[in-house]
Nanobody
């Protein structure tokens, strides 16, 4: 079993920054990818950023240039640095990882951006 533990959400004013962290623990043999999704009220969950083993990275178009995903392989941790936050970035952010062929989700962390 694998656990994903997220931290770093909170309340910030528009234009501010937050950094999310997600650490994977448990029986980890291989990680194919780790990433972040978000879900705003009344909307579908969407992929924000993902980092794939080997280094490939993809971003949601609306966060390109503002958000940066990075990983620490030694710590099985992925980070999401969010700058120039906008009100429309408000959502619950979920960590996601494909570990040893199984898809895992974190519990979610609330990010609220006020105007």
């Amino acid at each position: 079993q694998v656990q994903l533990v997220e931290s770093g959400g909170g309340l910030v004013q528009a234009g501010g920054s937050l950094r999310l962290s997600c650490a994977a623990s448990g029986r980890i043999f291989s990680i194919h990818h780790m990433g972040w999704y978000r879900q705003a009220p009344g909307k579908e969950r969407e992929l924000v950023a993902i980092i794939i083993s080997g280094g490939s990275i993809n971003y949601l178009d609306s966060v390109k240039g503002r958000f940066t995903i990075s990983g620490d392989n030694a710590k099985n941790t992925v980070y999401l640095q969010m700058n120039s936050l906008k009100v429309e970035d408000t959502a619950v952010y979920y960590c996601n990882a494909l570990v040893s062929g199984t898809n895992y989700w974190g519990q979610g962390t609330q990010v609220t951006v006020s105007s």
